[in-house]
């Protein structure tokens, strides 16, 4: 049975398109010249993050997804990682920019960015909206943050609690009622 729960607003839809733009910004300056930029969503709580983000760089993208196991349904992160499904296309010499929902112990962008690494990009960075510094596990810093958060269980903008509450426009974090 599930635990009833609400949603608090943690950071406002506008903060994020504002956040973004200063992002893309940045992007945009690194990879200067770039013939194609592959940009690569990890599937499934980058979608929102990766479309909003896409239409603000103005260089020439290709968009791809990998998806890896994560939390499955539960609120833990599982450590070991294993890519469940991989890019449709090659990345071989081109520049390819990885889009991130959460750092939190850092074992998924991590072992993705390897993984990713071990087919010879030319540049390879990472992007995440979010980042828990205070879960860390893993020596692994995103080349680019949206926000740091503090450890909290996070919905909204793509990212689910079970499945649910992807489409919130906002990022909201999970607090139970039955909690005294
Ligand atoms: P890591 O491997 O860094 O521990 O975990 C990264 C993945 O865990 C993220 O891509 C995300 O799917 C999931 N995750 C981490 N923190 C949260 C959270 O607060 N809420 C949800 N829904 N998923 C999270």
């Known amino acids: 049975m599930s635990r ?20 893309a910004h940045d992007i945009h300056a690194a990879f200067e010249g770039t013939d194609k930029l592959v940009v690569v969503g990890l599937l499934r ?10 239409r603000e760089l103005d260089l020439p993208v290709e968009v ?17 990682v294993r890519i469940l499904k991989d890019l449709r296309g090659t990345i071989e010499g081109r520049d390819v ?23 010879h990009p ?16 893993v020596d692994f810093r995103a080349d680019w943050t949206g926000f740091e958060i503090p450890d909290a ?5 793509g990212i689910d609690f079970a499945q649910r509450n992807r489409n ?6 999970v607090r139970f009622t039955d909690e005294a």
């Open 4 to 23: 009833p729960y609400v949603i608090d607003q943690m950071i406002s839809a506008k903060s994020i398109a504002a956040r973004i733009e200063a992002l």
């Open 45 to 54: 709580g980058s979608f929102v993050f990766i479309a909003d983000l896409v």
């Open 64 to 80: 791809d997804f990998i998806e890896a196991s994560s939390y499955g349904d539960g609120m833990e992160s599982s450590r070991e």
């Open 97 to 119: 920019l990885i889009v991130e929902d959460i750092v939190d112990t850092g074992h998924t962008l991590s072992h993705v960015t390897d993984y990713l690494r071990s087919r």
């Open 122 to 137: 030319a540049r390879l960075k990472t992007i995440a909206l979010l980042d828990k510094p205070a879960r860390r596990e």
């Open 153 to 157: 269980f996070v919905v909204g903008y």
């Open 168 to 173: 919130l426009p906002y990022i909201g974090q």
